[in-house]
T-cell receptor, first 113, second 116 residues
Framework: KNQVEQSPQSLIILEGKNCTLQ??????????LRWYKQDTGRGPVSLTI?????NTKSNGRYTATLDADTKQSSLHITASQLSDSASYIC????????????FGAGTRLFVKA | EAGVAQSPRYKIIEKRQSVAFWCNPI?????LYWYQQILGQGPKLLIQ????????DSQLPKDRFSAERLKGVDSTLKIQPAKLEDSAVYLC??????????????FGPGTRLTVT
């Protein structure tokens, strides 16, 4: 069964600290993996898109890594800010006779002053 | 560039009533998606259109949900009759082409539906 599992479910950190969010998936064949940020009451906004040949991709203070062999991805946030408080959703696009979009449940990040 | 527009933003109805949501995608985007996001969960794809044709509606509860994109631009999603478990945020997204081609999906703000 194609699944995307994220951990932790929620996380509280102090402003200025770094954190890493995890994503494990069983989707196969794999087309690409995306990380989205979803602020409360808003739609998700794309942070990164990676194909299987890409190991890392950065977007400002956000750095995503991908290990297609172990089917794991991580999102690292550097020098967190209060505005980073949001849900971070890992999304995997599978290619199983048609492209399928599979969302993880998200990690809820709280950044405290 | 204007984003994906959705209306209404909020809707409260009683169970067994009907409701409709509207989405206007980004101009020129061929692919349109409707998602259901229950509180605390990731979005679940309900239906995907490529222009005005349905690409994937495998998770759409067809006994009560329907969607159309008649002219390949705007789309409406309808629920009739609504159940308590339909309470969720309904997100519309669009992309230049299909998701597997690595095109980004742009999401609207969503419609929060509460069924009482």
């Amino acid at each position: 069964k194609n699944q995307v599992e994220q951990s932790p479910q929620s996380l509280i950190i102090l402003e200025g600290k770094n954190c890493t969010l995890q994503c494990n998936y069983t989707v196969s064949p794999f087309s690409n993996l995306r990380w989205y940020k979803q602020d409360t009451g808003r739609g998700p906004v794309s942070l990164t898109i990676m194909t299987f040949s890409e190991n890392t991709k950065s977007n400002g203070r956000y750095t995503a890594t991908l290990d297609a062999d172990t089917k794991q991805s991580s999102l690292h946030i550097t020098a967190s800010q209060l505005s980073d408080s949001a849900s971070y959703i890992c999304v995997v696009i599978g290619n199983t006779g048609g492209f399928k979009t599979i969302f993880g449940a998200g990690t809820r990040l709280f950044v405290k002053a | 560039e204007a984003g994906v527009a959705q209306s209404p933003r909020y809707k409260i109805i009683e169970k067994r009533q009907s409701v409709a949501f509207w989405c206007n995608p980004i101009s020129g985007h061929a692919t349109l998606y409707w998602y259901q996001q229950i509180l605390g969960q990731g979005p679940k794809l309900l239906i995907q259109f490529q222009n005005n044709g349905v690409v994937d509606d495998s998770q759409l509860p067809k006994d009560r949900f329907s969607a159309e994109r008649l002219k390949g631009v705007d789309s409406t999603l309808k629920i009739q009759p609504a159940k308590l478990e339909d309470s969720a945020v309904y997100l519309c997204a669009s992309s230049l082409d299909r998701a597997g081609a690595s095109y980004e999906q742009y999401f609207g703000p969503g419609t929060r539906l509460t069924v009482t």
